[in-house]
């Protein structure tokens, strides 16, 4: 650590994309704040993505604010390393005060301020954003026998590229876009079958990610919007899957043997691996001393802010923090929101009586 924990008006939990997002504001907004990253380099969870993952719009409709995301040699959808790259010019580019890497394990209340205990010591803050995003909690359905599978197991957060599965029978599990993408990756050097637990919709051709985030914004405000089109964008990679013949669907199945699956006809399939592509849950645990979570697991919001304590935030976990948050667009837009109502509570804070 390279700077010893200090009192500062806001802290920053996270520096993926919804972080850096929330600095590019608080930077503007001349805000005393740091921003803690418990990786060891710039890029958040895009550093860990496998390399033919594409995302969903175009570069210019995924940019933080104020620069541009270059597009990529080539043209097309930016790719997780074109991302990383990005991420990396970008907090550089703002100077954005962030140390790293530094593992966050609780954040409690401690009179006017709220407590950030950290593996090198606690600092002390007014606010707080929590953006600390979702891929270190992968999710794994149960099924009945997944513990008796002698093949490979694994989930979309460890999934590095295609060649280990080379000749081998694998199983894809999960119809949204990392499914799609991972089939199609494996697809090239192995026999697979997709299974979904509803029929996966695939967006036409020319349908991104624009209008997902257009979707999500008006499913915020009780409107429909284009969710009867799909929700699988068709980059380059799922588009020749299609072009293959290989985005063909099996139901669920009910049950895993020692190798493989079985569906509820008593039907069943060998295979050497299965992928999980089931997706991921929210990082909250650091947030747990604060006691805010609901039934559903997840902290009630107004917006951002967490409904049972005002000096907390919670940016990019997905469409219950802010439509599409999750997201690179998503992320600027509830992030811009998200500081200027936490500026204007410091403003009224640090005023004398």
């Not at 997002?21 to 550093?47: E, H, K, M, N, S």
């Not at 999710?139 to 093949?151: C, L, S, T």
């Not at 964008?233 to 588009?239: D, E, L």
């Not at 020749?240 to 099996?250: C, N, P, S, W, Y």
Request: hydrophobic residues 40%; contains cysteine; proline residues 9%.
């Amino acid at each position: 650590m390279t700077r010893a924990p200090r009192p500062v008006d806001v802290l920053v939990i996270g520096g993926g994309q919804a972080g850096l997002a929330a600095g590019y504001y608080l930077r503007r907004a001349q805000a005393d704040f740091v921003i803690l990253d418990a990786y060891g380099a710039p890029g958040g969870a895009w550093q860990h993505a496998w390399p033919s993952l594409r995302l969903f719009s175009p570069a210019q409709y995924s940019s933080l604010p104020g620069r541009m995301m270059p597009t990529p040699p080539g043209g097309g959808y930016p790719g997780a390393a074109d991302t990383v790259a990005y991420l990396a010019d970008y907090e550089q580019r703002y100077q954005l005060p962030i140390v790293r890497p530094v593992t966050v394990h609780a954040v409690r209340r401690g009179g006017e301020h709220l407590l950030v205990d950290t593996h090198a010591g606690t600092w002390q803050a007014r606010q707080v954003i929590s953006a600390t995003g979702t891929w270190s909690r992968p999710y794994v359905p149960y099924y009945p026998g997944i513990a008796d599978f002698r093949g490979q197991q694994m989930h979309t957060g460890g999934y590095r590229g295609p060649e280990p599965f080379h000749g081998r029978r694998v199983v894809v599990v999960g119809g949204a876009n990392s499914g799609a993408q991972i089939l199609a990756d494996v697809s090239t050097v192995a026999d697979t079958t997709w299974v979904t637990l509803r029929p996966p919709r695939l967006l036409p051709d020319e349908v991104d990610g624009r209008a997902l985030f257009t979707l999500a914004t008006r499913r915020t405000r009780g409107a429909d919007g284009v969710g009867s089109l799909g929700d699988i964008v068709a980059v380059p990679p799922v588009r020749q899957a299609r072009d293959r013949g290989v985005l063909k669907a099996q139901p669920m199945f009910d049950r895993i043997t020692s190798t493989g699956i079985t569906w509820p006809d008593g039907t069943g399939l060998d295979c050497d691996a299965i992928i999980w592509c089931t997706g991921f849950r929210p990082a909250l645990g650091h947030l747990a001393p604060l006691r805010l979570r609901g039934p559903d697991g997840l902290i009630p919001v107004e917006g951002t802010r967490a409904a049972g304590e005002p000096r907390l935030h919670l940016l990019g976990y997905g469409d219950w923090t802010g439509p599409a948050s999750a997201t690179l667009i998503g992320a600027s837009r509830t992030a811009r929101d998200t500081v200027a109502e936490i500026m204007a509570a410091t403003s009224t804070s640090n005023q004398p009586p």
